[in-house]
């Protein structure tokens, strides 16, 4: 067949598409809404979060139903939601939930500098009465919730996750290879030259701690996440700061490595120290240049 008969066949099936796609966001919109009640989720440091909170000062909400760390293809819709997840959040609160426990969550997205919020829903029914887990297997997907004045929560709409949906470019950009998305092998780790990955966590030691806190979020523009005692977690531009009372002014980076072992033998090889070891997999390090580092083995 002629390239400009088949172009022209390409173009056609596009605008049927096209159409198609308009009818299927007709009849989720037209689903009449579902009341569902105030679910609690767990965050790091035994605290909770409901759903309602999750809203904050928006009156709409994503939460995206993700497998949890051990997916390497929810980890990469995950991976490109952070890249627009500045956009989202204009419109909507926006949340990853996964059946990960939330320590995991936390390194994993450090790792991966995912810039979202996430929920562990491990000891939660959230996800199996919303339709995202069938007996113990755990589905990917999308529910969407907005909230009225009297505080009610309701469930809008849903979609599900899979290879060439809507929610992650690259399938569609593998069928415009030669070799097609076919054989494609999605991985979790990420391409470095380096098997030190930085993450997005930089702890800063201050010894005027109430001031510090108060000048990085009037001065810098940083937003408060959490505190603890002795301990802020500030964030800007998709890093965490944490602001911590000390005997002195330190600033700390952190990396994430594969085997913490053999790192640790290069690292020492080469003139490092550790100053603290929390356990066999997370260690404080100063390199013999200035830098002092959190290093755990991911």
């Known amino acids: 067949m002629e390239r400009s008969n088949l172009l022209s066949q390409i173009e056609q099936l596009e605008r049927e598409i096209y159409e198609k796609k308009k009818q299927l966001s007709n009849l989720r919109q037209s689903v009449p809404e579902q009341q569902v009640r105030n679910y609690e989720f767990e965050l790091t440091g035994n605290k909770k979060v409901s759903l309602f909170d999750l809203f904050g000062d928006k009156n709409e909400l994503f939460v995206v139903h993700n497998m949890g760390k051990s997916c390497s293809y929810c980890t990469m819709w995950a991976d490109g939601f952070n890249g627009i997840y500045h956009h989202l959040i204009d419109q909507a609160s926006f949340v990853v939930a996964s059946p990960d426990a939330p320590e995991v969550q936390e390194n994993f997205a450090a790792e991966r500098k995912w810039r979202f919020p996430m929920i562990s829903v491990k000891e939660s029914l959230f996800t199996k009465e919303l339709g995202f887990q069938k007996g113990k297997s755990m589905l990917p997907g999308v529910s969407t919730f907005r909230k009225d004045d009297q505080g ?7 979609a599900p996750f899979g290879p060439g949906d809507d ?29 030190f990955q930085l993450t997005n966590n930089i702890a800063i030691g201050v010894t005027n701690y109430e001031d510090a806190i108060q000048f990085y979020k009037t001065i810098f523009g940083m937003k408060v996440e959490k505190t603890i005692e002795n301990e802020t977690m500030l964030s800007m531009s998709g890093v965490n700061f944490f602001i911590e009372k000390g005997d002195s002014n330190n600033v700390f980076f952190e990396f994430a490595v594969g085997n913490i072992d053999s790192a640790k033998c290069v690292l020492l090889e080469n003139g490092c120290k550790i100053t603290m070891e929390y356990n066999e997999k997370s260690l404080m390090i100063t390199d013999p240049f200035g830098m002092r580092f959190h290093l755990f083995e991911s």
Do not use: M, R
């Open 152 to 158: 009610l929560i309701y469930l809008h709409a849903q």
């Open 167 to 195: 929610y992650c470019v690259t399938w569609s950009l593998f069928d415009l290879l030669p070799s097609g998305a076919k054989d494609v092998e999605v991985k979790n780790k990420i391409l470095t030259d380096s098997d």
